[in-house]
């Protein structure tokens, strides 16, 4: 028989590791707890994100209306042309703004709304944001504020997308619309709702 080590002191001596049956219950109730909140920090994350991208958005558009009216001249909210720093995307092209956009005021009251490196003036750039699929336009390629805070394009919206939730109806989480009325005033659109009868 060993002589216990009485050198020890006996909160050391009396100290055991796991076992392995322990070890290994531990991880599988770990591994469970992991599953069951993966998809909750999913759904965290992805809306998050799209509330990120709508304060962006919702940001910039009221930028553009306040300085219409403040400068007393056009201007102008598009899709960020890619490559580029501060031109805008031509066309129907320009109805994504996932890719970025730029807000500038029309110095030059020219009536084109395209943006002139000579003369108009750059109020704002914003890059493209992590984690958005789509940031669609409902009608116009551009947002044009209107000296008297009216937007010329008459009422649209925007849907914001995140990137792998197709299916509107099983993730509707997933997206957010916003719907911006001819006066220039932004709303958040319930789920499906239309914002063609916005123009109030």
Do not use: H
Request: charged share 25%; net charge positive.
């Amino acid at each position: 028989m060993r002589p216990r080590d009485s050198s020890r002191p006996a909160r050391l001596r009396d100290q055991r590791g796991l076992t392995a049956i322990e070890l290994m219950v531990t991880l599988a109730i770990l591994a469970i707890l992991i599953g069951i909140a993966a998809p909750s920090m999913t759904r965290f994350i992805v809306q998050w994100r799209l509330s990120n991208a709508v304060n962006a958005v919702t940001g910039s558009l009221r930028t553009a209306r306040t300085e219409a009216i403040a400068r007393a001249r056009p201007v102008v909210v598009c899709q960020l042309r890619a490559g580029t720093a501060v031109e805008c995307e031509p066309g129907s092209d320009g109805n994504d703004f996932a890719a970025g956009w730029i807000v500038f005021a029309k110095n030059d009251r020219d009536g084109d709304f395209a943006y002139s490196e000579s003369t108009d003036e750059v109020l704002l750039r914003q890059d493209a944001l992590p984690g958005i699929a789509k940031i669609a336009l409902g009608k116009a390629g551009r947002f044009v504020f209107l000296p008297n805070g009216l937007v010329s394009s008459g009422s649209n919206s925007i849907t914001v997308e995140a990137p792998g939730f197709e299916t509107a109806s099983t993730t509707p989480w997933a997206r957010k619309t916003l719907c911006i009325s001819k006066p220039g005033r932004i709303r958040y659109a319930a789920d499906g709702e239309d914002c063609s009868g916005n123009d109030e």
